[in-house]
């Protein structure tokens, strides 16, 4: 495998990436650690456990972990990229899973401090059955939402006053945001017929659901272009460098043809890998977009006495620093894939007519 050269000078970094986030969500290095030594060196690596840690369904994680920790090494992490992930985003998709991953995403996203009927119904209905999951997905959220929202505004002492900057703040969050569910969610508030209960809601609890949704998405979309560019560009990799063996130790006209059979193929590879890099350089962009959109969030925060507004300076700050983890997982398969294509090319020279 010669690529592994290749991937070890990278594969320090991308092991690192994240572990500050990882530790505040309880989990740690060493909980990752599998029986087979070494296995962080193995290209499909990263991207495992990428999902393991951050992938926003239990079941695709769950998948993720058991390939961690597999007795059998890579080959486990090679099955997970090329079929467990997407058996394990099939079962996630089953009804009854729907159902608890809302439940999940819920409880997450709705705090005890300021959404306490919500985030206690979403808990209960996590860890109940999956009768209480349907029920919850079917009636139960909209219920406890409004039982928060109709206690939020009858509590005349803490109740948020909306000034005139807190709406034109939401203003520019309906147009300008780089997320489009938190456009969604300050256009929902901003809406006709609205009035400042639903401004004081945005800020209490759907700002932040939608930002995490926007995570969620973010992470799916290139959770999953990883591992089809994992499950794929490693098989380009063996079959190019067989097919230039092959050619290597030909003789005569079927060296000729053999080395055009190998150019394609390296061709074909770095074709591929440009493709990869290209789609984690502009993953990297919107993260760093993303990074310091929240940085400037926190800075409109800290210039407000509102409760409220401490508490969103606190879950800025997460995502950011999240936004800033995927950001630089990004930025280490950009140049992991750049060092595939670069190396695609020297091959291809070399077995290129002129080469």
Aim: proline share 2%; charged share 25%; aromatic share 10%.
């Amino acid at each position: 495998m010669r690529l592994r050269a290749l991937f070890g000078a990278l594969v320090v970094s991308i092991i690192g990436i994240g572990a500050n986030v990882a530790t505040a969500n309880g989990v740690t290095e060493t909980a990752i650690g599998s029986s087979v030594p070494g296995i962080e060196n193995s290209i499909y690596y990263p991207i495992v456990r990428q999902n393991a840690l951050y992938h926003s369904e239990d079941l695709v994680r769950v998948a993720a972990w058991q390939a961690l920790r597999s007795d059998e090494g890579e080959p486990a992490l090679r099955a997970f990229v090329r079929t467990g992930f997407f058996e394990a985003r099939k079962r996630a998709e089953g009804y009854h899973a729907r159902n608890k991953e809302f439940a999940r995403r819920v409880m997450t996203n709705y705090s005890a401090q300021y959404s306490p009927n919500v985030h206690a119904e979403a808990t209960a209905a996590y860890k109940g059955s999956a009768a209480q999951q349907e029920q919850f997905f079917r009636t139960g959220f909209a219920a406890a939402k409004a039982l928060d929202d109709a206690a939020r505004e009858a509590d005349e002492q803490h109740k948020q006053q909306i000034l005139e900057e807190d709406r034109a703040f939401v203003r520019l969050l309906a147009e300008f945001d780089p997320g489009e569910q938190v456009r969604l969610a300050a256009q929902h508030a901003l809406r006709a017929g609205g009035t400042d209960s639903h401004l004081r809601a945005f800020f209490a609890s759907e700002w932040m659901a939608a930002a995490a949704t926007d995570v969620e998405i973010y992470r799916i979309r290139t959770q999953e272009a990883g591992v089809r560019f994992y499950a794929l560009i490693p098989q380009l990799i063996a079959d190019a460098e067989e097919a230039e063996r092959e050619a290597l130790a030909a003789e005569g006209a079927a060296a000729e043809q053999a080395r055009a059979v190998a150019a394609r193929a390296w061709a074909t590879t770095r074709e591929k890998a440009d493709e990869a890099r290209a789609v984690w350089e502009n993953e990297a962009l919107a993260c760093a977009e993303q990074a310091r959109y929240w940085r400037t969030v926190i800075d409109r925060a800290n210039a407000s006495v509102d409760p409220v507004w401490g508490m969103i300076a606190t879950r800025a700050d997460k995502n950011r620093a999240g936004w800033a983890a995927d950001g630089t997982f990004a930025d280490g398969q950009t140049q992991y894939w750049a060092s595939v294509e670069k190396h695609a090319k020297e091959h291809l020279d070399q077995m290129s007519p002129a080469g």
